[in-house]
C-alpha cells in the first residue's frame, strides 16, 4: 500500500480499533480491487472514519513523532466524541444486583439478557463499522465486561422475567471452549430451566470459519451446543454477515453444516452500510445463499449512531429503497429478514416505509421490541427527511405519537 495510505491507517487505528487476519486476508479480500474492495473497506480504515478536525489533529501528533503515551492520551479525549454508548447504554441497560451494578451485562428487554464475558471482548478481526467499538480500544471507562460468572448467574436465578441469554461483546467465540463452558453449564442447570433460548452473537463464521471445523477446540464448542440442546435448550448462532462473499469458502460452508448437525439454528444479521453493502443485489444475493445453507435471514440494521457512522452511515431514505428493492427479488423464504432496523434508545424501531398522508411524505414506523414491552408493535409517524440517519434526526409527523 501507498505510503500515504499506510499514515491514514496508523492515524485512524490509533483512535478506532483496527485488527485483520490472514484468513480475511488471503480468502476475502480480492486485492486486486482494493482499496474499493467491499471487505477491504470493511476492515481496513479509510481517513473519513474520522470526522476531519480528528483526523487533522491525530495525525500531526504522528507526523510530529509524538510519544505513544500522548497519542494514546488524545484518542481517549476523541473517544467522547464519537458517543461510544449508544443509547445510553451504560445509564439505562446496566441492571442492580443486590445494590451494586451488575457490570458486563445489559438488560434492556424483559426477555433478554446480554452477558458480555470479559474473556471473549476482542474478535478474530474488526468491521470498521462496529458500534461495540469501545470494547477493543484499552478504555476501562467505556468497556463492558463481566468476570464473575456466579454474579451473573445470580442475577437470572432471581429475575424471573428472562428466558433469553445473549453472549455479546466482542465475540464470545473468541473464548477457548473450556472458558465458555463455564458460562454456559449454569444455564443448563434444572434451577435456570426457564432460560429457554442461549445466543451467542459471533462474526467467527465470516471471519475465522475454523473455528467451528479445525482449531484445536472446534469439537468441544460443537459439543457444548450438542449438551444444550440436548437439554432442551434452543441454541441460536447469531452470525455477522455483511456481504455474500463471505458465504464462498468451502471452510464456511463446513462451518456451518458441522453448527447444524449439533441442532443449532444459525440467523444472519448485519447493518446496512456505505461502501460494502449499499446495492439492493447485495442483499439479496446474501439472502438467498443463506437460504440455500439453510442459515435465517434475521434483520437488516441501520449502522448506529457512534464511531465511524459519518463514512458508513447511509440516509434512512436510502435503506428503505435498498431494503424494499432487495426484498422484492427473493422468494418467501428469503423475506424473514427484517429491516431496514434501528436499534436506538427506546427499542428496535422498524422503517416500514414511505408514505403520502394527505399530501404528507412520511416515514410509517414500528417498535419492534420495546424497553416498555407496551409499546412493542405500536406504529408511529415521522416527516420525510431525505438527509435523516438515525431516529435523532426524525421529528413526529402530523401529531403522532413518538417514542421516549
Known amino acids: 500500500m501507498p505510503e500515504e ?9 490509533s483512535v478506532l480499533p483496527f485488527k485483520v487476519n490472514e484468513y480475511v486476508v488471503d480468502e476475502l479480500i480480492d486485492w486486486s480491487a482494493a482499496p474499493d474492495d467491499p471487505i477491504f473497506r470493511l476492515t481496513f480504515p479509510h481517513r473519513d472514519m474520522l470526522p476531519p478536525d480528528i483526523f487533522d489533529s491525530m495525525s500531526a501528533l504522528h ?4 510519544s505513544p503515551d500522548v497519542i494514546r492520551k488524545a ?3 476523541v473517544h467522547g466524541r464519537l458517543n461510544p454508548n ?22 434492556k428487554y424483559a426477555e433478554t439478557v ?4 470479559s474473556q471473549g471482548q476482542t474478535c478474530h478481526s474488526y468491521c470498521g463499522y462496529c458500534f461495540r467499538w469501545p470494547q477493543f480500544v484499552g478504555n476501562a471507562d467505556i468497556r463492558q465486561a463481566a468476570s464473575d460468572v456466579d454474579r451473573v448467574v445470580s442475577y437470572l436465578a432471581a429475575t424471573p422475567s428472562v428466558t433469553d441469554v445473549l453472549f455479546t461483546g466482542g465475540d464470545p467465540m473468541i473464548m477457548r471452549s473450556t472458558v465458555l463452558e463455564r458460562w454456559i453449564e449454569p444455564l443448563l442447570a434444572p434451577a435456570l430451566e426457564r432460560i429457554r433460548t442461549i445466543r451467542f452473537g459471533t462474526k467467527a463464521l465470516s471471519y475465522w470459519p475454523a473455528r467451528f471445523t479445525t482449531d484445536r477446540d ?28 463471505e458465504l464462498e469458502s468451502p471452510v464456511v460452508r463446513e462451518a456451518i453444516r458441522r453448527i447444524q448437525a449439533t441442532g443449532a439454528v444459525i440467523r444472519a444479521q448485519a447493518p446496512l452500510i456505505a461502501h460494502v453493502n449499499d446495492r439492493p443485489e447485495d442483499w439479496a444475493t446474501l439472502w438467498q445463499k443463506l437460504v440455500e445453507l439453510g442459515v435465517v435471514p434475521y434483520y437488516m440494521f441501520v449502522e448506529r449512531d457512534t464511531g465511524a457512522r459519518s463514512y458508513f452511515g447511509l440516509p434512512l431514505a436510502r435503506a428503505v429503497q435498498i431494503y424494499t428493492d432487495a426484498i422484492r427479488s427473493v422468494s418467501g423464504l428469503a423475506r424473514t429478514a427484517r429491516g431496514p432496523v434501528m436499534s436506538a434508545g427506546p427499542g428496535k424501531v422498524l422503517i416500514d416505509g414511505v408514505s403520502d398522508i394527505g399530501g404528507t411524505e412520511v416515514f410509517t414506523l414500528r417498535m419492534l421490541q420495546a424497553r416498555d ?17 438515525w431516529l435523532d434526526d426524525l421529528r413526529p409527523a402530523l401529531g403522532s405519537w413518538w417514542p421516549q
Open 5 to 13: 495510505y499506510l499514515h491514514d491507517l496508523r492515524v485512524v487505528s
Open 63 to 66: 507526523l510530529g513523532a509524538a
Open 75 to 77: 484518542a481517549r479525549e
Open 86 to 107: 449508544p443509547g445510553a447504554q451504560l445509564d439505562t441497560n446496566v441492571p442492580t444486583h443486590r445494590g451494586e451494578p451488575l457490570g458486563g451485562v445489559q438488560h
Open 114 to 117: 446480554l452477558v458480555f464475558p
Open 218 to 245: 472446534a469439537d468441544d464448542v460443537l459439543r457444548l451446543f450438542d449438551r444444550a440442546v440436548a437439554r432442551g435448550r434452543h441454541v441460536a448462532v447469531m452470525a455477522h454477515f455483511s456481504h455474500p462473499r
Open 373 to 389: 414491552a407496551r409499546l412493542v408493535g405500536r406504529q408511529f409517524l415521522a416527516h420525510h427527511d431525505p438527509a435523516a440517519e
